[in-house]
């Protein structure tokens, strides 16, 4: 396998398939550190369809023009099932091929990296759209991102999710707030709810001391950025064949029948 520990990598591989539409990136590396990666991205690529199965085109080509990458980085989620499983297919196929290690980092990770790759003292929380109306809770306190595992991910309904940060907030705690572009409706509750209006002001929410309100989504570039700060401080690759999806709900694939039960026990 290739050693990380003394070899850093130069071209890095990042494979995001957890939110659509599903995105790849190979990226240069090589002046990346823990405190603030220098990635140049060398190319990207987002699939027109919605789980991925394009992107193995697009990294064909690259690796005809720029070799094999040194690693890969992979969304492992939580998010699409069929997109994780494409995505995780795709990435233990080309590691095993490439005899590469591969770096597995979450959907939550990679959105709270946003933030807290330019802010590491900031404190972030992440919403992500569980499907059956559930969200993903992710909690990012400061220097959480340089952890082994997958961070604290939670599947909770959206008033819950609420309740928690509006309990952060009364904490004192200084956090802000990544939110899944797929959750218009919850966005909207967010700024008015946490944030006292529709627009949200800056100003306003300075003077209240409320969390910071963003959007994004986890896609391959950010993945990619997060990766090679991981790697730099130390971090290093699995073997492919001990990929994992995290799924963080245990019925990942129920049929239509169970998903109607499901969302009647939650609605109580």
């Given at each position: 396998?290739?050693?990380l520990?003394?070899r ?16 790849a ?23 027109g369809?919605?789980s ?25 989620g ?13 990435a ?26 330019e ?12 499907r ?71 100003i ?7 969390p ?22 130390g ?29 009647q026990?939650?609605?109580?």
């Open positions: 396998m290739h050693d520990a003394t850093p990598p130069h071209l890095l591989l990042a494979l995001a398939g957890s939110a659509s539409p599903a995105s990136a190979l990226v240069d590396c090589g002046s990346a550190t823990s405190a603030g990666p220098g990635v140049k991205c060398i190319a990207r690529h987002e699939s369809g919605k991925g199965e394009e992107l193995l085109g697009a990294v064909e080509q690259w690796v005809g023009t720029w070799g094999v990458p040194e690693v890969l980085a992979l969304d492992v939580p998010g699409s099932f069929t997109g994780l499983r494409v995505g995780l297919g795709l233990q196929g080309l590691a095993l091929a490439w005899n590469r290690l591969v770096l597995p980092l979450s959907s939550a990770q990679i959105m709270a990296s946003r933030i807290q790759l802010e590491p003292q900031t404190h972030v929380i992440t919403f992500r759209d569980a059956m109306g559930a969200v993903y809770l992710g909690d990012h306190p400061p220097g959480s991102l340089g952890c082994h595992g997958f961070g604290d991910v939670i599947e909770a309904d959206p008033q819950e999710a609420l309740a928690r940060l509006h309990a952060r907030v009364g904490c004192g705690v200084a956090a802000c707030c990544v939110v899944d572009e797929a959750l218009e409706a919850l966005l909207e509750r967010l700024r008015v709810e946490a944030f006292g209006g529709p627009q949200g002001g800056a306003q929410t300075e003077r209240r001391g409320l910071r309100l963003t959007t994004a989504r986890p896609e391959a570039v950010q993945l990619a950025r997060l990766a090679c700060a991981r790697l730099a401080s971090h290093v690759g699995i073997a492919p064949a001990a990929l994992t999806p995290f799924y963080v709900r245990n019925d990942v694939a129920m049929d239509l029948a169970a998903q109607r039960a499901y969302r026990a939650r609605a109580g």
